[in-house]
């Protein structure tokens, strides 16, 4: 045959079954697993009765299953057995149940009743009782309010009181206002009661702290404090008890720190350094700060419990004081401090004035003065300005620092009731030097001054001002003795100022001025000028690294210019008077109009003419050149910067008054023929000589 036969359909669909059947499958690989365990022969016939095998093996199987539940089946008969036995049990019990509903029905009405009954009976209790609670005291309350010692079930049954007279404020908005008048006047009695006794106790304590160096207020004592500050009239009575016996136990501590000292003599008494007047005084003022702090201390801890501790849950009850009354607080701890310390005041005030009048030295004054200014300031902030240790500490620092000036005018009226002469070198007197090394005494002192929180360090200028001042005036007076010292006319001449326009001046000017002058007194007054300069140098000179005196050195160098400036000006007149140009130089500079018939030319006046002023000339060169006689360096002036600076500005004003004759000959008005064989060196080059 051609072609293949074709495959019966059963065969064909169980052959592409077989085919596709996957051999990897974990099913089929359990199932061969399986087959194996009973599958041992692999022969024809074993293979034809493989389904047969299979069969069996799952029937037998299922045998032993059966054989294996058969007695769990028994278990669960007999369990169905009870089940229903248990099941005829709860119907009689269910039959019995029904009897009895049927017999105590009444029984059961009768409970629900009564039960309700009791709720509300029990719901009236809890209202009485919480009626009783909150508008009634107990029985140990009212023993606790009368009792003779205080404890802290007084003071539970005193805020009770007081919520209990709350309560009747609310009572009085409802229709019970008779019962809440009745109770609220019943709650009165209670507690005026214990106020009064509270008062009484409290004055007790106090005085008993008044018998004591450093007393311990006691939790018990504050609590009853605060509850006195819901009456003010009973409050102000205890502080004025305290206040009264600190201020006897203070007087005592205070003298006998001063006679006495501590136990067993340390510390030792504070009037043993009484011949140390700084020591004597920062030891009373140190004590009396140290008996602040702690007086402080305990007002604090007795009048504002509050701030001081923490508080306890019945003192919580009485601790909510408005923010009103805070001032009030502040108030009455000022009155009592300042009553405490009042008995010290006048003991401290003797001995201070003592020291004061037994007039110590200038250094000591302003220490003291410095010491009582601090402790006033630091004590002022503790307990306010306006009371007696403070106004008595602020009258003692103004006492301190008047003895102090009055050391300081009595010094200055001394120095210059006998001034001292002028010495041969110009230098300053010893008197001078003293009063420098004073100063920067007092200006280390000042450094080191303690300065208090709420203040500042006090002004410098007046101390500055009182101490150099009458030096200065000391020196004036000596040079102006000196100045008229073989003078038959001789006047005092003020101090010369610092004016500003006058600086500005030129030398020439000042030459045009002085014309008239004598040539005996420019004499006189050079030496005079150059001790003054000696001296205010002097005084500058260690002030420069002191900020404290800025302002004093900048008025010293401005005392210091005027001298520099008038000294110039006299010697460039000295020096133009022996050249015979000091009366010229008014003709130079003059624009006035001439008298009628007098020539405008200068060449043609007489005392002007060219073979004068050649003269002149001749002689001013001489003195410029340093042929004839030298220019002064002034070799007296101690600083040499200060001489340095003399020189430099003779040599601009020579070159000035150089410049405006120069002018003037050159100008063709003045008819000069030839000026510049009559002035032979430009201005230029006289600076150029003088150095420039």
Known sequence: MGTATALAPGLSRKLKKVLETRTDTPDLLASLNTLSSFYSDNTPQSRRNLRSTIENRGLSINEEFLDASASAQQALDQVEEEVNALAECCDKIAKALNNCNATTGDIISTTERLKHELENTTQRQEIASCFLRDYQLSNDEINALREEDLS?????????VHEIHANCKVLLRTHHQRAGLEL????????????ERLCRWVQAECRRLGDVDNPEVSELLKTAVRCLKARPVLFKYCAEEVANMRHNALFRRF??????????GLPRP??????????YVGDMLGWLHQALASERELVLALLDPDSSADTGPIAQRFSNIPESDIGKTESDMTFVLDRIFEGVCRPFKVRVEQVLQSQPNLIVSYKLNNTLEFYSHTISDLLGRETALCNTLWALKDAAQKTFFDILKTRGEKILRYPPPVSVDLSPPPALKEGVSVLLEIIETYSSVMVPVSGKKPLFEPVISALLDPIIQMCEQAAEAHKSKGVIQSSRRSRVGSDPAQLRRSSVDAILENTNSTPSSQTRETPSRIFLINCLSAIRQPLLTHEVAAEYVKKLGAMIESQIYGLVEKEVDSILRKCGLSNKMSQFSSNDALPAGESARLADREDMSPGV?????KGFFG?????ENSLPEFEQIQSPSLRSEAAVQLGKSLAEAYEVIYKGIMDPENGYPDPRSLARHPPDQIRTILGI
Not at 185 to 195: S, T
Not at 613 to 617: A, N, V
Not at 623 to 627: I, Q
Request: charged share 20%.
């Open 152 to 160: 802290e079930k007084f003071f539970k049954a005193l805020a009770h």
């Open 255 to 264: 003298i006998s720190a001063l006679t006495r000292g501590g136990h067993g």
């Open 623 to 627: 003195f410029v050149l340093g042929s």
């Open 613 to 617: 002023l050649s003269e002149c000339l």
């Open 270 to 279: 504070i009037e043993v350094h009484a011949h140390d007047p700084l020591r």
């Open 184 to 195: 609220m006047d019943m709650m009165a009695v209670y507690q005026e009661g214990a106020y």
